[in-house]
């Protein structure tokens, strides 16, 4: 009987064929994509194992076009070590594009609206987008998530399964000049979860926006986006009947919160040689979309970002500065601010040295009464990269040195104890490449942080060598590397890495590589242990 891990090689091995499938321009079929598989090994000694001793993996992307005119793309995932976390890693889903301007969905399937409604969620359903012209439409319908019961020994709370909708209608060119109107919808099913729990009350969210970008000449543009949405933190609240609205749009009851978002980006680039670009962001604090997994409410955010050439494109200077506040409609006990900024100046002298100096800083206050719970501290980092390119050892050499220094300030006279610290770190690479292939490179490292109670140092070095074979058809490297730690106690650890990969041309390629990881410590808790990493892939295109 063929086992599953068998099977998936079947499947896969089925579609790795190119050469029955013809390329000419008058086929009626033609047949291309990309597959690789996969098997991933590990163990480990003086330690728990941190991942599977063994799992298998296979993705396939094939894409099948009829007539030069039907494209019907395919994607396949699969996985021996099943994840049940939002979606399951065993996906199947078809895109087909038929013409230029219709394309359609099914299965497994990822599309995207619109920066305030939806965009980063992976569905299970069916979908269409129309793109005739300067005319747009998108559809969507299917689930964004699955269920899990509570699991009562890890204490993580329930997921209930989550049905969305979307649809946006839009007109001219998204490069230039446009407008959409964007509505998604999403609400969990409150049915999908067998548990009697309370931890974790099922949602609905109705969220519409409309973007758009206008084109001045060749100077200016400007993009923008107002949104509107409507929340329900418990679908099971008592309805508001006086607002009557369809139960297939939205069903408002007493947790129901309605709120705006808008933002808007002003560039400005009248020479190659400068530019300047404006950011604003307001998103109030109960304004939500399902359509994006993390998005941050509470918020007003200003950027400016001016970038700069010099002395014929020799020096090249990038700015940025923001500013963002919470707390916009004064309900919580206090405002915090925050502010980050940046400039990055690259100068290449002449062909032989150039020189990298960064700048950042990091600085969030709060305005809180009691010092116990204000927040106020500033992150500055600075860093300092020259590099040098010449000719020597019987080969081109570049070398690259680069000194950093972090501080960390805070003024709270609790957190201070833990969260004050300043860096100071050296990183010097050397790289030499032969005109036979062959190359080395060296790293040293040397850092070390000071806290309030404590000081810790660490020692990098390494070398790494790789060269190519039979006419560049094998490609290996392999690298030693030592780690020595001083914190309070002295501990120390040995990389070692082995990597290969051979062309097989027109059937593709496969790769190996092998890594070990030791761990030596001298304390009273740290452990010795060692791990060691492995993998095989199998890669094609046709």
Known sequence: MINKRSYIVLVFLCFLLPESFSQNDNDIIKF????????????????????????????????????????????????????????????????????????????????????????????????????????????????????????????????????????????????????NINVFHAIDDSTSVKSDSLLVAPNENLVGSVDFGIQMGKVVSVRG?????????????EKIDEISMSPYLFTPNISTKVDAAAKLHLNIKPSKYWSVSLSSRWIGPGFTSLGYALMPNDLMEFTLAPNVRLLKNKLNIRTKAGIR????????????????????????????????????????????????LRLSNVYNSVSVSPRVNFNGLGGINTLILTYSYQDVSDKNVYTSVVSENNTNSVYLIHSLSYVSSLSLATSVLYNSTKLPDLTSRIFHISETVSRRFFNNSLNASASIG????????????????????????????VSFNISNNSYNGTGAITKNYSELYGSIQYNINF
């Open 32 to 179: 291309s994509g990309s597959a690789s598989i996969s098997d991933n090994f590990y163990s480990a000694s003086g330690i728990d194992p941190r991942q599977p001793g063994n799992m298998l993996t296979g993705i396939l992307r094939a894409n099948l076009t009829l007539f030069n005119q039907i494209e019907l793309p395919f994607e396949f995932y699969y996985t021996t070590q099943q994840t049940r976390f939002q979606q399951p890693f065993n996906q199947f889903g078809i895109s087909p594009r038929i013409t230029d301007w219709l394309t359609l969905h099914g299965g497994y399937f990822s599309t995207r609206f619109s920066d305030l409604t939806f965009g980063d969620l992976r569905i299970l359903g069916g979908g269409l987008e129309l793109t005739p012209g300067n005319f747009r439409l998108k559809a969507i319908y299917g689930r964004t998530r699955q269920a899990i019961e509570p699991n009562k020994v890890s204490y993580m709370p329930e997921v209930y399964e989550q049905n969305a909708y979307g649809v946006s209608l839009g007109y001219g060119n998204e490069s230039k000049s446009f407008f």
């Open 482 to 509: 030592a780690n020595f730690v001083k914190i309070t106690d002295s501990s120390s650890q040995l990389v070692f890495r082995v990597n290969a990969s051979y062309s097989l041309k027109k059937f593709g390629n």
């Open 325 to 372: 506040y919470n707390n916009l409609q004064g309900q919580k006990m206090s405002t915090t601010s925050r502010f980050t900024g940046f400039i990055a100046a690259n100068y290449q002298v002449n062909k032989t040295f150039g020189i990298d100096v960064n700048y950042n800083k990091n600085q969030i206050q709060s305005s809180h009464k009691l010092d116990t």
């Open 225 to 237: 986006e107002v949104g509107v949405s409507a929340f329900s933190c418990d679908i099971r609240a």
